[in-house]
């Protein structure tokens, strides 16, 4: 009867201090998304000054006509590694992404841990809580800032409309590749976007930090597929290119996608 009891008060509390993390969560995606700028559809005449590479791009992905300004939900299964000697980890995850507001938020369950990553007002953080009861780890600061910026860049492949942000400068490197410069308050991040034969992006290549460390990160994209109208890729796998080698350490699927 005792142990019982326990364990359905254990229970309760895992329960409460999961909801309490969602309820967090949820604030924040309420105030990433209540930013509204206008109504404007997309255009021709918005793609008029971008590369070639990215303008036709953009088009095949199926952004004219979208609204200029909007969010985007979707979900996620995948695996992910916290060290290289460390086991893959399971989780779900749901992303928002908005271009009213630039930025993401990322909330992944790989139970016991709740995962929070976020890029937004020009700040990331990432935090990993225990049944959303105690913070294991809470990362903050200017190179979690530019890391960060990093990953919202690089999932702008999930997300085209953001690709029109004004923070963008774009310049041709050859036939496949062209390069994103992006600036957010004092940060400035450079991003290497490589197109495949059919003028899809394959690859993202930029620096991000890894701890304290800055090391070469790249994300390689799936197949691409019809997301709520969008032609955007339905997996990416994120990878550590280091001295040691290339690392994997993030694969994720999209199950479900939607735009606001």
């Known amino acids: ?41 997309i255009t021709k005449n918005d793609l008029k000054n971008l590369p070639n590479l990215i303008k036709n791009h953009l088009i095949k992905t199926g952004v004219l006509g979208k609204p200029k300004y909007c969010n985007a939900t979707f979900k996620q299964t995948g695996m992910i590694k916290t060290n290289p000697e460390k086991n ?23 139970l016991p ?22 913070n294991l780890i809470l990362f903050t600061g200017q190179k979690v800032d530019q890391s ?5 860049l ?10 029109l942000d004004p923070d ?29 034969q059919n003028g899809m992006i394959d690859l993202f290549k930029t620096k991000r930090y890894r701890d304290i460390e800055l090391e070469n990160f790249i994300g390689e994209v799936g197949e691409y597929q019809d997301y709520d109208g969008l032609i955007i890729p339905n997996k990416m796998t994120a990878i550590w290119d280091s ?13 479900g996608y939607t735009l606001l």
């Open 1 to 41: 009867m005792i142990i019982g009891s326990i364990v359905l008060l254990l229970f309760l509390i895992g329960v409460a201090g999961i909801s309490s993390f969602n309820s967090r969560v949820e604030k924040e995606k309420t105030a990433l998304f209540n930013s509204k700028r206008g109504d404007q559809k």
């Open 168 to 196: 963008i400068l774009w310049q041709t490197i050859d036939s496949k590749t062209i390069k994103a410069t992006i600036t957010k308050n004092s940060q400035v991040l450079d991003g290497l976007f490589i197109f495949n």
């Open 148 to 152: 960060s910026l990093g990953r919202y």
């Open 154 to 163: 690089g999932e702008l492949i999930w997300f085209p409309m953001g690709f």
């Open 113 to 134: 841990m709740l995962i929070r990553d976020k890029y937004v007002n020009h700040r990331g953080e990432v935090k990993v809580s225990l049944l959303g009861l105690k």
């Open 243 to 255: 001295k040691e080698g290339k690392q994997e350490y993030f694969k994720a699927d999209i199950k």
């Open 88 to 110: 893959w980890l399971s989780f779900t995850a749901i992303q928002y992404m908005s271009s009213n507001n630039p930025g993401f938020i990322w909330t992944a369950k790989t």
